[in-house]
């Protein structure tokens, strides 16, 4: 079971690979949560919003994070059998796998799939990804709908509302200067429709309280409700309800992300209520003002758009609470930053994360020839009629290969080879590449490949001498290839671009022509995004390109398609 699921996280189509994220940093932060349910609220609240903000920002991870890539052995042609018939197929496509990129072509004789993936399955009129993005299109609208309507009606209760007393106001500006808020004073309004007070606003706050708390015989209930409204004011909690309400219309339909929400409001909720609490200086007193609020709320539905401050659903629980010491002390800058760093670590480390099929493994173990580096011969008897066909292909030009891989002396300045190994800046590399893991490549180092369009990679060559050069490249052919790889060569003469079928190709030097350059450096470059490349299906090989001076000593051999396009 847990290697079908290796299996069916390779090469993850964008849209599930962050929802997956997405669910892993969810689940974390609630096993954390939990883990923190008698420590200072604080801890919580600053848990939440970083998991918010990082649940937001997983698609921009995802683009920029370092990747760290786990290469995931194909399976063999049974077991790639019964995975493409079983589990991700019993899925109905909720996994958009490209499928071909899980089954290498010479190891298991799988037709590929088309580029739909599991729901190419399903008849066209069956397809269910129409019918899953209107109804998240539709799910939208309406959680949209609702936002707007709870903003439009806490804006027409604060339209009809008044001007309280002027003691209301200098007892508002008292309890802000106690709780160290003397510069962020809100507004203050009464209303007479209001059941339970309420803070609006981000840059203008405003809190509104039910005109029953302006009676002379509730100030002490009022005093209770304004530090438990400036706490809110203080946390910054009416912004942070707006990221959630935006999180909440893009998921909503993830439970977590309903559950962080709920997790995130009861977390605002406790430490304001201590902070009241502490202020008032009785937690029987602040408890019995907050009761008193609750029972005027009735079982009206708070808004969603504003930081109401009693909810029937969790009051039990909040007069629970305040029946222990809570502390409430700040964090301070230190841990604050600390655990803001480890999520930014958690978090790129989880984006960065991702499994890939090893697209080189062409036909399993890949012991070397002795002698013949860079060729793959099979350890065992072949299993498939593929495998046999590529072994007596081998044995045909084995003297062929054997002669195109005689190296000559660098040093003479007229045969010189760059390697994927040699690093920069004689190998460069644009975009997303990955390294050969389980097939060598010349000389039985390790060869680059790649499936995305956008990637390149490019050699440069030091030559000692003007002359014709002969400009050849080594790579490891297979099924998975690309059947037309854009090499341009910067020649003397201009740009000239050459196209190969890396499928064709019996593991020698393959030339892309003979060309004029110049001493000093000259570069070649694999252009993907002129090549047939697929994301996570067809690949295009990067590994060394040799010049040789013109001399008639050169023996290298055209493969596949080569069309040369001289360019000023």
């Not at 080189?360 to 060729?375: F, K, N, R």
């Not at 054997?402 to 190998?427: F, H, M, Q, S």
Request: net charge neutral; with cysteine.
């Amino acid at each position: 079971m847990m290697s079908n699921l290796t299996h069916a996280l390779v090469d993850l189509h964008p849209v599930p690979d962050a929802l997956l994220k997405l669910t892993v940093v969810l689940l974390t932060a609630w096993g954390i949560s939990l883990c923190l349910r008698s420590r200072n609220p604080r801890w919580r609240v600053l848990l939440w919003r970083i998991s918010i903000t990082g649940a937001l920002s997983i698609p921009v991870l995802l683009l920029l994070a370092p990747a760290w890539e786990f290469p995931v052995t194909p399976p063999a042609a049974g077991a790639a059998s019964a995975l493409r018939g079983g589990f991700l197929n019993g899925y109905g496509g909720l996994f958009p796998v490209p499928m071909d990129s899980v089954f290498i072509g010479d190891l298991t004789s799988v037709s590929p799939l088309d580029k739909r993936g599991v729901a190419s399955f399903l008849p066209e009129e069956l397809n269910p990804y129409p019918l899953i993005a209107a109804t998240w299109v539709l799910g939208f609208l309406v959680m949209s709908a609702i936002v707007f309507r709870s903003q439009r009606r806490a804006l027409l209760i604060l339209r009809n509302s008044s001007a309280p007393s002027p003691e209301a106001v200098r007892l508002l500006r008292r309890v802000a200067a106690e709780l160290g808020i003397p510069g962020r004073i809100p507004i203050l309004r009464l209303s007479p429709v209001l059941f339970s007070p309420f803070l609006i606003g981000v840059r203008r706050p405003v809190v509104v309280l039910p005109s029953w708390l302006a009676e002379d015989e509730r100030q002490d209930d009022l005093s209770a409700v304004l530090g438990h409204e400036l706490s809110h004011l203080k946390g910054n909690d009416v912004l942070w309800l707006g990221v959630i309400n935006v999180l909440t219309c893009l998921l909503w339909w993830h439970p977590l992300v309903w559950m962080a929400r709920r997790a995130h409001t009861d977390a605002c909720e406790e430490l304001a209520d201590a902070v009241a609490a502490g202020h008032v200086g009785d937690n029987e007193l602040y408890s019995g003002a907050l009761a008193r609020v609750a029972l005027q709320a009735g079982g009206h539905p708070p808004l969603s758009t504003a930081v109401p401050m009693a909810r029937r659903s969790r009051m039990i629980r909040r007069l629970n609470n305040l029946k222990r010491v809570v502390l409430t002390s700040d964090l301070g800058y230190t841990r604050t930053a600390v655990a803001l760093i480890a999520g930014g670590v958690f978090l790129c480390t989880i984006c960065g994360c991702r499994f890939g099929h090893a697209l080189d493994a062409q036909i399993g173990e890949s012991p070397q020839t002795s002698g013949t580096p860079g060729v793959q011969v099979p350890g065992r008897e072949p299993e498939s009629l593929t495998l046999t066909t590529e072994l007596q292909t081998f044995e045909a030009h084995k003297s062929d290969v054997e002669a195109t891989l005689e190296v000559r002396d660098p040093a003479d300045g007229i045969d010189v080879i760059v390697d994927n190994d040699d690093k920069a800046p004689a190998y460069v590399e644009t975009g997303r590449w990955r390294r050969s893991v389980i097939a060598r490549g010349h000389e039985g180092g390790s060869y680059r490949f790649t499936t995305y369009p956008e990637a390149s990679a490019t050699w440069t060559v030091s030559l000692k001498q003007t002359g014709n050069y002969n400009v050849q490249v080594f790579y490891i052919a297979g099924k998975n290839r690309s059947t037309s790889v854009k090499y341009d060569i910067a020649a003397a003469s201009g740009k000239h671009s050459v196209f190969i079928d890396q499928q064709v190709n019996d593991s020698g030097w393959i030339s892309l022509g003979v060309f004029p350059f110049n001493a000093g450096d000259n570069t070649v470059t694999l252009d993907a995004l002129g090549s047939s490349v697929s994301r996570g299906k067809i690949a295009a090989i990067a590994d060394a390109v040799r010049f040789t001076l013109n001399d008639g000593s050169g023996t290298g051999r055209v493969a596949g398609s080569n069309v040369d396009n001289p360019t000023e």
